[in-house]
């Protein structure tokens, strides 16, 4: 916009009915992505003295791609808002302001949300095969894999639409094959034995960060263990008397007084007629049971590393489908877990091996898609080795290259990172990257080889025909190189060249460890270059009575739900209202009740404000952008300027520091005390041209610092000021002082 007269002949008709956002949101939106500007290569940008103050012209967020499975929720909308205020910011501040859409295949929740369809027709994945289930895989993700997108217009991101990304998508897969190569030829990534974390249900491993926890009533089983060559026995504590069966030690603390005449010696396990020792490990808890715990360290990831440090054999006696198997009497081969216990209490009670039973309260690991109880077992996985990978991770948030806001989560990241395990990559479910491992059929011995293409021959005997491995990479393997695969990575990209590093990520704090960290380091190592420069972990919204959000008992809330009852603008500013660093948020839907009254009070001054001067010229352009030149200021004119003036400096100051909530109070109490409470009442009285030109002034600076947490009521307002010089309010210079 550049110098000319706003002339007022009456208000424009837009501005006689209340504000509506049903009739003008969609409207705007379309109004926004015909322009082409959230797409930055056709942004115009205008001078600015903001332009010296960034690190470069361009600006950059990913989003934290939600899953083709996902409808929006409070969480997400939260995200969203915040990202939204920066890119939207940055853009009026004359930066190339870029926001990468995009989704995640997310392999396990759509492989469950497919069968789940399948079941209704009786059908199994199975029943399809691999290739005609993925194609079904497809086709839902054509149909439904858009849903959240869609929803992001809705509430007015400002997303460049032309970049959106898919982690299956033919460029992202060239992305995760070239990671996985530079791991494979450094030696990174191996096939082993280690106790993993298995679904029955999805018949797949999980990581640790991928379990959820949930609390069960259960008992507390006390079985005798009697002493070999002795009549006497030792009492253990158990709340899986069924995996007593893989025992292969008890376990008593060292400071332990009780059983330090013990310590070396042999037990019978019951049942089997073993002999197994008793053992002394500093991470047996002397006040658990009685003291004395068996030690399954095929079942059991603290009975695992209680075996390794003394050397145990690991049995294991639980098979991927929940039945008892392995080296164990066969009466109980081939029964289901559950069964497999009532059967096992009752061969000790009937052998008087059975002390007594307690009731017992502990939370449970369960699948976080499914909520099937987690089984942990010995099982073959290809892993990818982490020590130097975390080193680096940890190192780039010390020199503070990366910086947590708030800074208090840098303690998740670096104690996960400080007691990291090598990396389960493989996962045992089709939909996903496969992994480009091939086996040889005519080697004894188990012989693999890379290639991304199938092998016209076998390149270890020369003579078969090898088959693929039939597991997937961990949805986050992929989901780790997000940052720079949506730029073009591997390829000479000209959007990693131009907005590499990305400057802002922003996300929630369950996925710590899950996706940041392995970002951080999966940037690090294949590009050499920090992904982000800072992480805005936002709070978490609660219900009113503090409770976690959830669809499943009732207490979640659909944003799109309070969108259409008070309008976008109202939902975001309401919730970023409420937004603070410092805790999370119960939810009161009061705040975007307030929200939308703040919307009608913008839309009631703008009324005024064209009122005020109804025959002839309302504000000269001009002086918008130089106020100064304005003589016979009145007391309330210069307090006013004095005001905006400070508005805007600290309106800035929170937006860059990420203080978005206390950025909206601001705003807040600005306009509908200051502007609206006092200088427009006062402006009634002076009805002087001054001041007819300092109300225009004045809502056209507020306008804009308003946008980015109120973008279609804004942008509804500026379309439909009879300026003779505009385009979009959303690329309009940014206020400065």
Request: hydrophobic letters at 35%.
């Amino acid at each position: 916009m550049g110098s000319g007269i706003l002339y007022i002949m009456e208000i424009p008709s837009k501005f006689k009915k209340p504000y509506n956002p049903k009739k003008t949101e969609k409207r705007i939106y379309r109004l926004w992505e015909k322009s082409g500007y959230f797409n930055p290569d056709k942004l115009k940008i205008k001078k600015s003295s903001y332009r010296r103050k960034q690190r470069s012209k361009n600006y950059c967020i990913v989003i934290p791609p939600p899953n083709i499975t996902g409808s929006l929720h409070m969480g997400h909308a939260l995200n969203s808002f915040i990202q939204d205020i920066l890119v939207r910011t940055k853009r009026m501040q004359g930066c190339k302001a870029l926001w990468v859409p995009g989704t995640d295949h997310a392999g396990i929740a759509t492989q469950n949300v497919v069968e789940k369809e399948l079941k209704k027709v009786n059908l199994t994945r199975f029943d399809l095969g691999r290739e005609k289930f993925i194609k079904e895989v497809w086709k839902w993700k054509r149909k439904y894999g858009n849903i959240i997108l869609n929803q992001l217009k809705k509430i007015g991101c400002s997303c460049d639409w032309s970049r959106k990304r898919f982690t299956l998508d033919k460029n992202y897969i060239k992305a995760v094959n070239e990671a996985f190569l530079h791991y494979y030829k450094k030696g990174w990534i191996y096939r082993g034995e280690r106790l993993i974390n298995w679904c029955p249900r999805c018949k797949t491993s999980l990581s640790d960060l991928e379990l959820e926890y949930k609390e069960e009533k259960t008992n507390l089983w006390y079985i005798k263990y009697p002493l070999a060559k002795s009549s006497k026995y030792i009492v253990v504590a158990t709340t899986r008397p069924e995996t007593m069966l893989g025992d292969t030690a008890v376990a008593v603390n060292p400071q332990d007084k009780r059983y330090k005449n013990l310590i070396g010696k042999k037990v019978i396990l019951p049942l089997t007629n073993r002999n197994i020792p008793i053992i002394a490990d500093k991470l047996v808890d002397m006040e658990f049971g009685t003291g004395a715990v068996k030690v399954t360290p095929a079942h059991d990831p603290v009975d695992f590393e209680i075996a390794q440090r003394h050397k145990l054999p690991i049995l294991k006696i639980i098979d991927e489908e929940g039945k008892m198997t392995g080296e164990i009497p066969e009466k109980y081969k081939g029964i289901y877990i559950n069964d497999c216990r009532k059967k096992i209490i009752n061969d000790l009670q009937k052998e008087n091996l059975f002390k007594k039973i307690e009731p017992y309260a502990h939370k449970i690991p369960i699948c976080y898609r499914c909520g099937t109880v987690i089984q942990p077992l010995i099982n073959k996985q290809w892993f990818l080795k982490m020590d130097k990978l975390a080193q680096m991770a940890k190192k780039a948030v010390k020199q503070r290259k990366i910086k947590f806001y708030p800074k208090k989560w840098e303690k998740i990241y670096f104690d996960w990172l400080n007691n990291i395990k090598d990396w389960c990559i493989s996962r045992q479910i089709w939909w996903g990257h496969r992994l480009p491992i091939w086996q040889c059929q005519m080697n004894p011995k188990e012989k693999y080889f890379l290639s991304f293409k199938k092998p016209k021959k076998c390149p270890i005997c020369g003579k078969c025909k090898p088959e693929q491995i039939p597991d997937v990479l961990d949805t986050w393997f992929s989901s780790a190189l997000w940052p720079f695969a949506v730029l073009g990575w591997p390829l000479r990209a000209k959007d990693i060249k131009n907005f590499y590093p990305t400057d802002v990520l922003v996300t929630a704090r369950d996925i710590i460890n899950l996706w940041v960290a392995r970002m951080i380091f999966s940037s690090l190592e294949l590009i050499r270059k920090i992904p982000f420069r800072d992480v805005i972990i936002h709070a978490t919204i609660l219900t009113k009575e503090g409770k976690r959000m959830s669809k499943s008992k009732g207490t979640g809330i659909d944003p799109l739900e309070l969108v259409d009852e008070y309008g976008a603008d109202a939902v975001r500013f309401g919730l970023i209202y409420q937004y603070t660093d410092l805790q999370d948020i119960r939810f009161s839907e009061e705040n975007i009740k307030m929200a939308q009254k703040f919307c009608n009070k913008i839309w009631n001054a703008t009324r005024f404000v064209l009122m005020s001067e109804p025959s002839r010229i309302c504000t000269n352009i001009e002086y918008l952008y130089k106020p100064t030149k304005i003589k016979n200021l009145t007391s309330a004119d210069k307090r006013i300027l004095q005001q905006l003036k400070t508005t805007i400096k600290k309106v800035n100051k929170d937006i860059e520091n990420y203080r978005f909530g206390k950025a909206a109070h601001i705003l807040y109490d600005f306009f509908w005390h200051k502007f609206c409470d006092k200088y427009i009442e006062a402006s009634k009285k002076q009805n002087t041209k001054e001041t007819k030109e300092i109300l225009g002034y004045v809502l056209l600076t507020s306008l804009k610092l308003l946008h980015p947490f109120m973008p279609f009521l804004t942008e509804e307002i500026y379309q439909n000021l009879p300026l003779k010089k505009k385009e979009l309010l959303m690329i309009e210079k940014w206020p400065e002082t």
